[in-house]
């Protein structure tokens, strides 16, 4: 069987044909992968490989230490409300990914196309690939601290978003798709947490 037959059969028993047309893209998600997982170099891979560690929500704690310092002694640089986000959200964020790996179930790269159509670095992960944990983890992070912060450090952080994105492609652990909805679950996370700290905010000086 090919990769392009062997694609389709593996997202045959996952979705709908409404939703393997939304998650394919009418082929571009493929298109994309192939050329960003085919693009390597030493240094590049390397580059790669850093980010996607870096975006491991294993190392949740250290970004929460580091928060919470920054906030202590820069408070203009990170405040405290924008730490709070990052912390609530983080749990949910765990929650909606592994929930939507498990309702969609869609395949790994290296199973949807096979090994020897792909660049394969690092060890081949398993579980399901939609969402990216790792760009759902940067874009929550980048989403939190973004609010009220230095051009600069906005800048920053959602350029970590962006390459922590090509890096999960380049490393051949994810598609296009699979980084997108990551960003969306992590950035929506963060914007629906914080508008509702602005609600109850706005509701207790009404009240009192």
Not at 68 to 97: C, D, E, K, M, Y
Not at 176 to 184: E, K, N, R, T
């Amino acid at each position: 069987m090919g990769s392009e037959s062997h694609f389709a059969h593996s997202w045959g028993g996952s979705l709908s044909e409404l939703g393997h047309i939304l998650y394919d893209w009418f082929g571009l998600n493929r298109a994309l992968f192939r050329l960003i997982n085919g693009m390597h170099g030493a240094l590049w891979d390397h580059l790669m490989q850093a980010t996607s560690a870096a975006a491991d929500s294993a190392n949740f704690a250290w970004y929460m230490a580091a928060i919470l310092l920054l906030a202590r002694a820069t408070p203009r640089l990170v405040s405290t409300q924008n730490a709070f986000v990052f912390g609530i959200g983080f749990p949910i964020v765990n929650v909606i990914v592994s929930a939507l790996k498990a309702a969609t179930a869609m395949p790994r790269p290296a199973l949807s196309l096979g090994e020897q159509a792909l660049t394969l670095l690092g060890r081949q992960e398993g579980g399901g690939a939609f969402p990216s944990h790792h760009v759902a983890f940067a874009a929550l992070l980048a989403a939190a601290l973004s609010s009220g912060a230095p051009a600069v450090l906005r800048w920053i952080l959602w350029t970590f978003v962006i390459l922590v994105g090509l890096a999960r492609v380049s490393l051949g652990a994810h598609f296009p798709v699979d980084a997108v909805g990551g960003a969306l679950v992590g950035a929506g996370v963060a914007l629906v947490i914080r508008a509702l700290l602005m609600y109850w905010g706005g509701a207790g000086r009404k009240s009192g």
